[in-house]
């Protein structure tokens, strides 16, 4: 999707090393997501936030952290707390909270451990 | 947490035959979404169908949603090459998440 940016597009993490994903939008949308996708498998919910300066944890948190500074802007932190990190990445947005409309998603950072 | 599964796990066609994917899910919803997903890229959504509507159509997609059975079924006609991809459904029950399905690869050949 045109409007999201997702970088970079490979990472590799060393052991107690913490790494941040970037996400930048230009759409204007207040919510965006983090997922993170294993091989084979469906997304799972790591982060959300629905506006700026507020964010909620999703489903497997545990190891990660985000910040939401800007509506543009959600990374997302790696930690070293996270013991299985190598995954997909993914993350989204959407128009409204609570509004339950499609998701747009960024083309993803593979993320490897060295 | 998994909510939607999808049927079959994998699926391989010839170019020009129907492809049909299904989805259950286990609670109530507001909608369910399919996205397509290629290899090493993020998910593109397809269409939406809410609760209250039985049959959708995009062009070569139709999808149908049965809340009885919590099921949903996405069907594309006359595939093409270009259709190889990852399915997911999603289901939307209410506030600002989504709960994916673990998908459906589909291959279509030549």
């Known amino acids: 999707d045109g409007g999201i940016t997702q970088s970079p597009k490979y990472l590799f993490r060393k052991e107690g090393q913490n790494v941040t994903l970037s996400c930048e939008q230009n759409l204007n949308h207040d919510a965006m997501y983090w997922y993170r996708q294993d091989p084979g498998q469906g997304l799972r919910l790591i982060y959300y936030s629905q506006i700026v300066n507020d964010f909620q944890k999703g489903d497997i948190a545990e190891g990660y952290s985000v910040s939401r500074e800007k509506k543009e802007s959600f990374p997302l932190t790696v930690t070293s707390a996270q013991k299985n990190p190598t995954a997909f990445y993914l993350c989204?947005?959407?128009?409204?909270?609570?509004?339950?409309?499609?998701?747009?998603f960024g083309d993803g950072t593979r993320l490897s451990i060295l | 947490s998994q909510q939607g599964e999808e049927d079959p796990q994998a699926l391989s066609i010839q170019e020009g035959e129907n492809a049909t994917m299904n989805c259950s899910y286990k609670?109530?919803?507001?909608?369910l979404q399919w996205y397509r997903q290629n290899s090493g890229r993020g998910l593109v959504h397809l269409i939406l169908?809410?609760?209250?509507?039985r049959e959708k159509h995009s062009g070569r997609l139709r999808v149908t949603l049965d809340t009885s059975k919590k099921s949903s079924s996405l069907l594309i006609t006359a595939s093409r090459a270009a259709d190889t991809a990852s399915y997911f459904c999603a289901t939307a029950g209410g506030g600002n998440k989504l709960t994916f399905g673990t998908g459906t690869q589909l291959k279509v050949e030549l």
């Open positions: 169908i809410r609760s209250n509507e």
């Open positions: 989204a947005t959407e128009r409204d909270r609570n509004s339950n409309q499609p998701q747009h």
């Open positions: 609670t109530s919803i507001n909608n």
